[in-house]
């Protein structure tokens, strides 16, 4: 099992540019989550897809969008880049069994620079 | 607001000494609280989790003590040795939102 896999591995783009990450979920796996970890800090929850919808967000703008594919995969697109876009990218994969908390497991992340 | 506030940021400790990280929150409908362990170039892995109907969980060197009136929960680690040396992250989560928040890490160092 190749766990959570997630391309690319590192990213530098120009302010007003856009960019899009990609997730391959663990095997089995059908919700996948992104969180932005910048530098020194924990993860900030971004989004999370199920069933190809966006089920849940956290405080972030319009700017990060996302998407989820009929095999799991998911995208994350952020518009407008801003210098403070510039952190890791984390994609989280679990499996809904509709149990109160599902394990996630994490991808190695994608490590976005912003100049 | 930070819904989770970590301390310390950074952490040294001697080989086969106790490791200690401390987590408050803020909100009382939090009921999952795990704790992260993250190696440089990685991304976090589940190491230990506890739900607030027990005051301690241990998990080999691992344990997790809770304090719901205090909203505080701590990552013990016995006999601390140098692979131990990661950025830990404590997180709290509500019921069925999948939704986790995060505090700011410890980064631990383990002197052999």
């Known amino acids: 099992d190749a766990g959570v896999t997630q391309s690319p591995t590192h990213l530098i783009k120009t302010r007003g540019q856009q960019v899009t990450l990609r997730c391959s979920p663990k095997?089995?796996?059908?919700?996948v989550s992104w969180y932005q970890q910048a530098l020194g800090q924990g993860p900030q929850f971004i989004f999370q897809?199920?069933?190809?919808?966006?089920?849940q967000r956290g405080n972030f703008p319009d700017r990060f969008s996302g998407h989820q594919y009929p095999n799991y995969s998911s995208e994350l697109n952020v518009n407008a880049l801003l210098l403070g876009d510039s952190a890791l990218y984390l994609c989280?994969?679990?499996?809904?069994?509709?149990?109160?908390?599902?394990?996630?497991?994490f991808g190695p992340g994608t490590r976005l620079t912003v100049l | 607001q930070q819904q989770v506030k970590q301390s310390p940021q950074s952490l040294i400790v001697q080989k086969g000494g106790i490791s200690i990280i401390n987590c408050a929150y803020e909100?009382?409908?939090?009921?999952?609280f795990p704790w992260y362990q993250q190696f440089p170039g990685k991304g976090p892995a589940l190491l230990i989790a506890?739900?607030?109907?027990?005051s301690e969980k241990k998990e080999g060197r691992f344990t997790i003590s809770f304090n719901k009136s205090a909203k505080q929960f701590s990552l013990h680690i016995m006999d601390s040795q140098p692979g131990d040396s990661a950025t830990y992250f404590c997180?709290?989560?509500?019921?069925?939102?999948?939704?986790?928040?995060f505090g700011s890490g410890t980064k631990l160092n383990v002197k052999p």
């Open positions: 989280a994969s679990s499996r809904d069994r509709g149990q109160l908390y599902n394990e996630q497991f």
């Open positions: 095997s089995g796996h059908d919700t």
């Open positions: 897809y199920y069933e190809e919808e966006e089920r």
């Open positions: 909100n009382t409908a939090f009921d999952y």
């Open positions: 506890i739900r607030p109907d027990v």
């Open positions: 997180a709290a989560s509500l019921r069925n939102f999948n939704k986790f928040y």
